[in-house]
């Protein structure tokens, strides 16, 4: 059984699957993905020992491991150059996931697709895509287990992109689409703000700059979320 989580990632992979998930931890996903796809391939990336273990253990326990192979090892330096064809990287915060991409940016060449999932901070991950011409193809929102979770897919697209402040925000296609999820987030991101605001304003010195930032969002949030009560 795989989380709804993982399971709509691995949706997003496209034929032929060669690929590589990045803090793979049990490397439940390659594991899913090379059982339902016979021709698939994957490398699971693991920077843990605990977690490589319990990767190589999933792996031989399924008796795929003709078809995954675990390495340990810090981001993208477990891949060599055009190894494999797609990227998955889940379960963690937008800034490690940018810090992933950044530094191992040098073996993205034949890499066409990257399917990300940030638990947090989905912004930071789409201004780095921007910044280095991948194009958001499609985005979801979900709800599992009382937690919400964003996916972001991306390809290289070679010519500059220009998304904007609310797209990187929101998420362009999250935006155009505003789920129920998509509401519940933002209304709860809404009142998170708001008592951050408040409680700033109690401070002797006053955070300007981080209030106004708060306040900008603030005001985006309720010109998206406003003109319905879901
Ligand atoms: N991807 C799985 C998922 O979505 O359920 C596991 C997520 S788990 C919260 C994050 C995993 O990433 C941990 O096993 C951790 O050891 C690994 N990790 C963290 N930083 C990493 C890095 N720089 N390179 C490789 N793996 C990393």
Redesign the pocket.
């Known amino acids: 059984m795989l989380?709804k989580?993982?399971e709509q990632?691995a949706e997003y992979l496209k034929e032929p699957i060669h690929f590589a998930?990045?803090?793979?931890?049990?490397a439940?996903?390659p594991c899913y993905v090379c059982l339902r796809h016979e021709h698939a391939t994957a490398i699971a990336?693991?920077?843990?020992q605990?977690?490589?273990e319990?990767?190589k253990q999933t792996v031989r326990e399924h008796g795929l491991s003709d078809r995954i192979q675990v390495r340990k090892?810090?981001?993208?330096?477990?891949i060599k150059k055009e190894e494999v064809n797609q990227i998955?990287?889940?379960?963690?915060g937008g800034k490690?996931i940018r810090?992933?991409l950044e530094?191992g940016k040098s073996k993205l060449h034949g890499v066409s697709r990257l399917i990300l999932?940030p638990?947090i901070d989905a912004q930071i991950v789409r201004e780095w895509l921007m910044d280095h011409q991948y194009k958001i193809v499609a985005e979801d929102i979900i709800l599992e287990d009382g937690y919400i979770y964003e996916i972001i897919v991306s390809e290289y697209w070679n010519e500059p992109l220009d998304l904007s402040e609310k797209d990187l925000f929101f998420g362009p296609y999250l935006l155009k689409e505003k789920s129920q999820v998509f509401y519940k987030k933002w209304f709860h991101e809404k009142e998170k703000r708001l008592k951050l605001i408040n409680q700033m304003k109690q401070a002797k010195h006053l955070p300007v700059e981080k209030i106004n930032k708060l306040e900008t969002e603030m005001e985006w949030i309720r010109e998206v979320i406003a003109d319905d009560d879901r």
């Not at 990336?45 to 843990?48: M, Q, Y």
């Not at 090892?73 to 477990?78: A, D, F, I, R």
């Not at 998955?88 to 963690?92: E, S």
């Open positions: 989380s989580r993982l990632v998930d990045i803090g793979s931890d049990h439940y996903l990336g693991e920077v843990n605990g977690p490589l319990r990767a090892g810090n981001g993208l330096e477990v998955t990287i889940a379960g963690m490690l810090t992933i530094e999932q638990n």
